[in-house]
Nanobody, 123 residues
Framework: VQLQASGGGLVQAGGSLRLSCAAS????????LGWFRQAPGKEREFVST????????YYADSVKGRFTISRDNAKNTVYPQMNSLKVEDTAVYYC?????????????????WGEGTQVTVSI
């Protein structure tokens, strides 16, 4: 499985970005996906996750109410929409796919990871 994240960039605080993660090499619609991020000098942390159908989602408290995650199984793509961005959202964002089990906030259960896309939020 290959995961390709895109959509990152530089945005002012209060702005929005829509990331995407396209999957190839394996049927996409059966698996949960997650997003994680890692800021400089910090450990990787959970951001959001969505189940196979897109009907169930879960968010970190730090992004709840500002970020939403959706997926289009026909396009093998998941879309995190990030609104009301804050400087502390600055990080490299990674998408991950879980091949066994339901959606989860635990990074260790995800088998496949994309390379990440940089999001920088300026004052």
């Amino acid at each position: 499985v290959q995961l390709q994240a895109s959509g990152g960039g530089l945005v002012q605080a209060g702005g929005s970005l829509r990331l995407s993660c396209a999957a190839s090499g394996r049927p996409f619609s059966s698996y949960a996906l997650g997003w994680f991020r890692q800021a400089p000098g910090k450990e990787r942390e959970f951001v959001s996750t969505v189940n196979w159908s897109g009907h169930s989602t879960y968010y970190a408290d730090s992004v709840k109410g500002r970020f939403t995650i959706s997926r289009d199984n026909a396009k093998n793509t998941v879309y995190p929409q990030m609104n009301s961005l804050k400087v502390e959202d600055t990080a490299v964002y990674y998408c991950a796919l879980r091949t066994a089990g339901d959606y989860s906030s635990a990074a260790r259960v995800y088998a496949y990871w994309g390379e990440g896309t940089q999001v920088t939020v300026s004052i």
